[in-house]
């Protein structure tokens, strides 16, 4: 009966493992992106002076660039903007988005840069941690799996907490331990709105791990009465 039960959660894993392979990348990016552009929208609405002024029109080039995909034009549209006015939102932005496209386009090394830039520059934590998430994620897929939990342990804004803790969970259970990975799901779904669909990636995560967020839950509450 115990065999059985090993070879479902075995099917199970691979099968999620598969989905994550195929969509993990893009939904994380839509998800890290909304998140930046409405951080985006809160820093303008703090520095509305003449250089946030040109350089939001810079970031608008840039944008047209990515979604022209076009990527030399980007990068080096985002080169001018993180030299003239590095300390503004959109050159943050705007390094995540270079960053995409640049890992849409097979740029890894480039994309670690601009990653890299806004992880060591940017001057909200909120930026700091996306670009942190990100990396570990480019860092998963090439197997660097301590320097992946390296980038985590830095991400630290309050808000990204759930996202954090996921992301740890794919990186501890593509090194093999399934009970630390299930341990990050957990968190990462208590920690997350249950408004938002990605909890159901979260929750299908640990359903596939054999520990249903739920049961878990009911077994806490009747344990604490």
Same mark, same amino acid.
């Given at each position: 009966?115990?065999?059985? =039960?090993?070879? !479902?959660?075995?099917?199970? =894993?691979?099968?999620?493992?598969?989905?994550?392979? !195929?969509?993990?990348?893009?939904?994380?990016?839509?998800?890290?992106?909304?998140?930046?552009?409405?951080?985006?929208?809160?820093?303008?609405?703090?520095?509305?002076?003449?250089?946030?002024?040109?350089?939001?029109?810079?970031?608008?080039?840039?944008?047209?660039?990515?979604?022209?995909?076009?990527?030399?034009?980007?990068?080096?549209?985002?080169?001018?903007?993180?030299?003239?006015?590095?300390?503004?939102?959109?050159?943050? !932005?705007?390094?995540?988005?270079?960053?995409?496209?640049?890992?849409?386009?097979?740029?890894?090394?480039?994309?670690?840069?601009?990653?890299?830039?806004?992880?060591?520059?940017?001057?909200?934590?909120?930026?700091?941690?996306?670009?942190?998430?990100?990396?570990?994620?480019?860092?998963?897929?090439?197997?660097?799996?301590?320097?992946?939990?390296?980038?985590?342990?830095?991400?630290?804004?309050?808000?990204?907490?759930?996202?954090?803790?996921?992301?740890?969970?794919?990186?501890?259970?593509?090194?093999?331990?399934?009970?630390?990975?299930?341990?990050?799901?957990?968190?990462?779904?208590?920690?997350?709105?249950?408004? =938002?669909?990605?909890?159901?990636?979260?929750?299908?995560?640990?359903?596939?791990?054999?520990?249903?967020?739920?049961?878990?839950?009911?077994?806490?509450?009747?344990?604490?009465?």
């Amino acid at each position: 009966m115990a065999t059985s =039960l090993d070879l !479902q959660e075995q099917e199970q =894993l691979d099968a999620l493992k598969a989905f994550w392979k !195929q969509y993990g990348n893009l939904i994380t990016w839509v998800f890290i992106l909304a998140l930046g552009a409405f951080a985006a929208w809160n820093g303008w609405n703090w520095w509305q002076r003449s250089q946030a002024t040109k350089a939001a029109a810079m970031y608008e080039e840039l944008d047209r660039a990515v979604a022209a995909g076009d990527v030399e034009r980007t990068s080096r549209i985002f080169g001018d903007l993180k030299e003239r006015y590095a300390r503004t939102v959109f050159a943050q !932005q705007g390094a995540m988005a270079a960053a995409k496209l640049q890992f849409e386009k097979g740029q890894i090394d480039a994309a670690k840069a601009s990653l890299g830039w806004v992880a060591a520059n940017a001057g909200e934590d909120e930026y700091r941690t996306m670009a942190r998430l990100s990396m570990a994620d480019l860092l998963l897929q090439a197997k660097q799996y301590d320097e992946a939990l390296k980038q985590l342990d830095d991400a630290k804004a309050p808000s990204f907490e759930a996202l954090v803790a996921d992301r740890r969970g794919d990186v501890l259970l593509a090194q093999g331990k399934a009970d630390a990975a299930r341990a990050a799901y957990q968190t990462a779904w208590a920690a997350m709105d249950p408004k =938002l669909d990605y909890r159901r990636l979260i929750e299908a995560k640990l359903v596939s791990l054999a520990a249903p967020p739920q049961a878990a839950a009911s077994a806490a509450s009747g344990a604490a009465r």
